[in-house]
DNA sequence: AGAATGCATGTAACGGGTTACACAAAACGT
DNA sequence: ACGTTTTGTGTAACCCGTTACATGCATTCT
């Protein structure tokens, strides 16, 4: 590897021109810097990152740090954070934490050591007192964390609200919601959001919700159930689009069709929610366009911004897709 | 933060001492090892990975390298990766490269800069010379990249030829193939499989060949197409999942039944095969298997041993569902 | 007893880029 | 002509963990 002693000797001039010259800051004689560049070019050398981050404490890397990247909501996430970055000359290093709280120490300790820069973190799981003990710029993204961590997420649940409505203006009579689990705040704020909405119009009933655990198998035999109890439902909200997958799958195994009997909606609007047979109706989260925005704020505060505000709230948006593609309410 | 050299003067030691206790290595006094552990301990001391990774040239950290994480194949790929990596005390840094050489180079400098200590790669356009350039410990995922870089993937061309087999197996008389991007070999490969079966059994037609580009739309419509041109056709081996799913939706829109009139069967396994309506048969990869060993090679490649042997292949398993739920061969 | 070996610890150089500081020469001001 | 800035470049300390080498003492061997 050449180094910058390299490059110096071989240029006839020190070490701290040619860092001014690659750094472009300091006063260089314009031919000097040429014959710099010129020899910088000949020896094809590239300063070594480890040794500037050494003295500079910092390293030019994030991490992002994600429950599970196996689930199908979380790669354009990822995938958001990491163009907008290496744009930015960051790179990100991943980390699955599975909600684990013992994980999610060991990463922060792991980007600690490394200098990682910042961190853009999805979980439910991370306290106060270990972001505090970490002081690192911070981003939360789909799920807050703190109140003064900014974070980035939609507005769960007016997004349910609005999912929930849906139904009723398609001619739904009687709603059921798989909701997610207990501990995630986002199920229960969407579960909220049904709630609402069929309050409002004197429809809550205790034994119309089931749980799924955001899981596709769980939500199918828990839908199944539901509906051979009850086979007055006909329509439901699922918590998220897995669910909505296994609540297609869960009528399906009944006999029971989408969406002349049966209209379903989801949340999320992920890639595989258009590819099912019917197509599912859903409430599409802007995942792209809030993670990359996640990275900017993550930026900021890393060139020792304040953040301006904590809080951006994106409003989910209705696809409106097979899945509840029934009485379209023209009076509205 | 703490510095070794804080640890050592509260302790009243060298910093060479504590090193020694660090890591395990070289002479020190019991005595003395316990009472600069307990310093250690006393002000949470951790090491800082850069200063070592400076002297020793090495960083304790791999590149992963896939065309996009949104592509449902690579999260579990990654997921194995990461996993793996991060028990032997190392990190992984994501690089989604879209299969642009522009994007490969980029990252593969970036990884020099920061003595990363090797890369796990998928990529059908990395040439020889780039691999070459920068003599990095280097192993092929999912796709060869080179002839002396250990690889892992599965046996393309044997699992479409089962794939095939299957739907003769299972009664269909006229079988189309949806194949795969042209500049992709495994694309390829899995062409040539239902290439061969077909031969073997006088059935091979060239229009029943149709170009999918591992996309669900694209592969909707040339479905549509083919089907209406020649609705004789019983049988599609889809060169991947997606376009199976694809081909699930072509068929639907013209009314035709999988897979009592159609029999669909797809490639790779991904999760998403399982959760559709019908649920989808595939030949399925050992996706967490394979990159788990990836990763496993990829250790022993930077820890100086030689790779054994280059290639390795994995058997694709045949997942038999829905949609080639027909007459099961009982004499078999 | 003297040499050789093992044990224990410390000093300082090293890795490679950055920058504070020093110094010198050129440009500018009066 | 002399003082002040600006420009241009170099030296060496710094970031922090690692380790080669040196030193000193305690055993062990012959």
């Known amino acids: 590897m050449t180094t910058i002693r390299d490059v110096a000797k071989d240029a006839n001039v020190s070490v701290a021109t040619v860092s001014r010259v690659m750094n472009d ?26 040794a500037r981050s050494l003295y500079k404490k910092e390293s030019k890397t994030i991490g992002i740090m994600v429950p599970d990247i196996m689930n199908p909501y979380f790669p354009e996430l990822v995938r958001g954070v990491e163009d907008y970055l290496i744009e930015k000359g960051f790179t990100t290093i991943l980390c699955n934490t599975d909600e684990d709280p013992e994980k999610e120490r060991l990463y922060l300790d792991v980007m600690k050591q490394r200098y990682v820069d910042g961190a853009i973190i999805v979980s439910n799981t991370l ?37 929930t409505q849906h139904l009723i203006d398609i001619g739904c009579k009687r709603i059921a919601h798989v909701r997610g689990p207990e501990h995630v705040e986002n199920a229960t704020a969407r579960y909220e959001g049904y709630y609402k909405i069929m309050q409002q119009t004197n429809g809550f009933q205790e034994h119309c919700v089931v749980q799924g655990d955001f899981d596709q198998k769980q ?73 990359t925005q996640a990275a900017d704020a993550l930026m900021s505060l890393i060139s020792g911004q304040t953040a301006d505000e904590t809080e951006h709230i994106y409003q989910p948006t209705l696809e409106w897709r097979q899945s509840t593609d029934r009485i379209r309410k023209e009076d509205n």
Do not use: C, W
């Not at 006063?27 to 000949?42: C, G, H, L, S, W």
């Not at 970490?134 to 769960?156: G, K, Q």
């Open 127 to 163: 306290k106060r007192d270990l972001i505090d003990e970490y002081d690192m710029p911070i981003v939360a993204l789909d799920r807050s964390i703190h109140e003064n961590v900014p974070t980035f997420m939609v507005d769960n649940t007016v997004g349910a609200e609005q999912a």
């Open 219 to 291: 939500s199918a035999k828990a839908v199944k159930q539901l509906l051979q109890e009850q086979p007055e439902i006909d329509g439901i909200f699922a918590g998220n689009d897995i669910m909505a997958l296994g609540a297609l799958k869960g009528a399906e195994s009944l006999g029971i069709k989408v969406p002349q009997e049966l209209a379903i909606i989801g949340f999320d609007g992920i890639d595989l929610s258009s590819m099912t047979i019917p197509e599912l109706s859903t409430m599409s989260q802007p995942i792209y366009e809030m993670s």
């Open 25 to 50: 800051n300091g006063y260089v004689n314009p031919e000097t810097r040429e014959k710099v560049k010129e020899t910088i070019a000949r020896l094809n050398y590239q300063p070594n990152s480890v």
